[in-house]
């Protein structure tokens, strides 16, 4: 088989050929439903190598071709690592011309694998490349002054981030690295090896850590999923609470770190608020989530009373294709056991992994963005109606009406309650006021960028 499909994007072809030489994306174009997941990115598209990890411990190395390369205009990778060279025989040349408004971008791909495989793959590639392209434009115009290049754009910061290597750490740290800034990735139990990361311990950090640094984004923190147990919620909070402070402290005395966007939780809220609509300026509620949100933030005020920017991002509930929630009900859909918690009148409110991203972004440069903000969907959508939207493009059926006691199970009764069952109608109300534009402004299209069900944009389509 083989596949070629050409689209338009209203950019300079030399912006788009400078996003794609920069580290990060690969990560950024790898969609989250093929099972195959980036370990090593090539240096250079003249005649690098990337690395991708597969099931059964499978490699898959994609080389570039030196003599498919032109400048500003093509590169070409080829599978190299046997047995999967002779398997699946593939060539793929990217192309970048001129047109008039913007860039015609071609992909010709030469292979074994059937055509069918590979079109929901490049059409990941070409919505994600069209919208992360589309957010570096709308950055540019929060970002102020100080802080633009000599192009008008988000001039390049040095970004220190925890939690780096999780579902969102790892999205975030590639858009930021696309975007020409630096990431530093403060890791913990682990000494550097290279400059691009820096040993962290959070009960003890070295007072050097953030030399050097612009903007702290602090996402590390002990996973909710799971029975609560008195120790995983014991982790829970301490993981949480004393590293955010300590981290803070150092940015109060840090003379180059001007802000700090920290993780939080809309557990903030508490696990049951009905039909109340929740903006940031709604009152903590009650619960360990809750109790433990509130410790969280606090945790950032020896930034805030330095005089430092402090973001407390309160996150919804992350529809990522590689990781928490998602994944498990794809799993259950798939073997027919998809269907609504109880009558399926629970608020549920989402947010998708690449609009919490652009949140992040957005908070490392825009001043406006201060105190919490809501990281949710501007449509919260009831468990119904999130389990119709599942069921449609899985095109699986969800007749099932799953008691609480299923969760219960899986989680104990508090850590369902907190989790699961929790009943929330949050609005990103800080977000909306400034214009923010969200990428996935309904749960569908979501569902379809993260699943592998949107559409190629101007395709050929695959011939034999």
């Known amino acids: 088989m083989s596949l070629t499909t050409s689209h338009f994007i209203p950019f300079d072809r030399e912006d788009v050929w400078d996003w794609h030489t920069r580290t990060g994306a690969v990560v950024r174009l790898s969609p989250p439903f093929a099972p195959m997941t980036p370990i090593r990115e090539a240096s250079r598209l003249s005649d690098g190598t990337t690395v991708f990890s597969l099931p059964a411990g499978l490699r898959w190395v994609a080389r570039h071709d030196l003599s498919g390369y032109r400048r500003g205009h093509r590169f070409t990778d080829v599978c190299v690592s046997a047995p999967l060279r002779a398997l699946s025989n593939w060539r793929h040349v990217h192309t970048f011309a001129d047109a008039p408004g913007g860039t015609i971008i071609t992909d010709e791909v030469s292979t074994r694998v059937p055509g069918t495989a590979l079109t929901g793959l490049f059409a990941y590639r070409q919505h994600q490349l069209f919208e992360d392209l589309k957010f570096l434009r709308r950055m540019a115009s929060f970002t102020p002054d100080e802080l633009r290049d000599e192009r008008g754009g988000a001039g390049p910061l040095t970004i220190a981030v925890t939690g780096s290597g999780g579902t969102v750490g790892r999205a975030l740290c590639a858009q930021l690295t696309t975007a020409g800034h630096t990431v530093i990735r403060l890791r913990r139990g682990s000494s550097p090896t290279d400059a691009s990361t820096r040993a962290w311990n959070p009960a003890d950090p070295d007072p050097e850590l953030l030399t050097g640094v612009d903007v702290l984004v602090h996402l590390a923190g002990e996973p909710l999923m799971g029975r609560f147990t008195e120790g995983h919620k014991r982790s829970i909070r301490t993981s949480r609470t004393a590293p955010t402070r300590y981290l803070a402290d150092l940015v109060a005395a840090s003379p180059t770190c001007h802000t700090m966007v ?11 608020r009905g039909d109340e609509v929740l903006t940031e ?6 619960g360990f989530l809750a109790e433990v949100c509130r410790e969280w933030e606090r ?15 309160r996150t919804g509930i992350v529809l990522a294709g590689t990781g928490g929630v998602l994944p498990l009900l794809k799993m259950l ?30 908070a490392v440069v825009d001043p406006a963005l201060t105190g919490p903000v809501n990281a949710t969907a501007p449509v919260p959508v009831r468990n119904g109606e999130m389990t119709e939207a599942l069921a449609s493009e899985l095109n699986r059926p969800a007749f099932l009406q799953i008691p609480t006691l299923g969760p219960k199970l899986l989680l104990g009764s508090e850590g ?8 929330q109608r949050v609005t990103p109300a800080v977000l909306r006021e400034l214009g923010h534009t969200f990428r996935y402004p309904t749960i569908g299209r979501a569902l379809a960028h993260e699943l592998g069900g949107e559409e190629l944009l101007g395709s050929t389509g695959p011939r034999p």
């Open 416 to 423: 369902a309650e907190q989790i699961a069952l929790a009943n």
């Open 299 to 313: 945790g950032c005020g020896p930034a805030a009373d330095a005089g430092k920017r402090v973001v407390n991002i």
């Open 262 to 272: 920290c993780a939080s939780a809309i557990g903030y809220y508490g696990h049951d």
């Open 281 to 286: 300026a709604a009152t903590g509620g009650a």
């Open 333 to 362: 859909f798939s073997a027919g056991l998809g269907g609504k918690f109880g009558d399926g009148s629970l608020w549920f409110s989402w947010i998708a992994l690449d609009d919490l991203t652009d949140i992040y972004c957005r």
